[in-house]
């Protein structure tokens, strides 16, 4: 391109040089000159450029070469990943094998272990059934009977044994029908007896007792021997005869004796009601009350109000069922004793 220049330069001069130069051929000089160093200046940036490009391409290169050893690497890793992947696989594939051995296993164990602690807690739940059937049949214990069905039925809860679910379901209906019945408060009706038994030593019988028709307390005897002998002898024929005012309603006469016998036959009554109501037993209680009530009313002062009070209390005693119905039980003892008979090994 310098070459070009030089030659241009030197037509130029030598054109000057000459007979005249064109004006036009000037400025296409100065034109292409101008042209020319464009170009020059043009060229040198597209070297520049392409320098650059190459330089990236160089980059790229390089990084295309680490790209490719990572996807190298990477590729390594994937096809280990992949082995052990297919490893793991092939051992969850024998996994499910293990797991059902190692169930048959502990269900084997746990039948072993389990048997004798549902055979004790079947013989518990049975000993305990028969204890409340036993104190509801002779006792006529509601409540001992319901507290020791309910601890049967906790002790049948504490294992899973599904041979006795029909049991427990009996055992709960059972259990409703006896929490249904009406159950007496015997301590309260036996206190109530007892305080009876105390007020009877207080009670008026009916009559005049002898004692209280005598004469009343004797006179101081005089000094002398004769005046004392007249005195005894006077008082001897008093003793004879007494008179007093009494009502026409108590006309009869009582003695001590049969005072003291009067009270105690009430007392033995009253007992006898007391020991009926701890038993249980509703007729001989309700037979022993009205014996008494028949006492009061022959024997005693029925106007008095110590008497009134104690034949209300008896009446109100009366009323009082100490032995209620109860239902019959017993379906989920036998229940029980079937499973239990079922689960018993053959003897040989």
Known sequence: MSTEIESLTTEMS?????SGVSPMLVVFAVL???????AHWRFGRFDQRIDRVHGQVGELRAAQDRIGSELGTLTTRVEQSDALLRNEIKNLRELPTQVNELGQSLA???ARTDAPQRAWVRAEALYLLELGDRRLRLEHDVPTAIAAMESADARLATVADPAVAEVRRQLERELATLRAVPVPDLPAVIVRISALEARTATLPVLGVPVAAARRGAPEAPPSGAIERAFHR????LGDLVSLRRVDPANVRLVTGEEESLRRQHLELLLFSARIAAMQQD??????SLRSADAILTQFFEGSAPGVAAAR???????????DPPHPEVGMAMQSLQRVMRGAAPATP
């Open 14 to 18: 030598s054109r000057r040089t000459g």
């Open 32 to 38: 292409g000159l101008l042209l020319a160093v464009y």
């Open 108 to 110: 084997e164990l746990r």
């Open 233 to 236: 002898i006077w008082q001897a």
């Open 282 to 287: 509703s007729t001989a209680f309700v037979q």
């Open 312 to 322: 209300t209390e008896i009446a109100a005693l009366s009323s009082i069922d100490v």
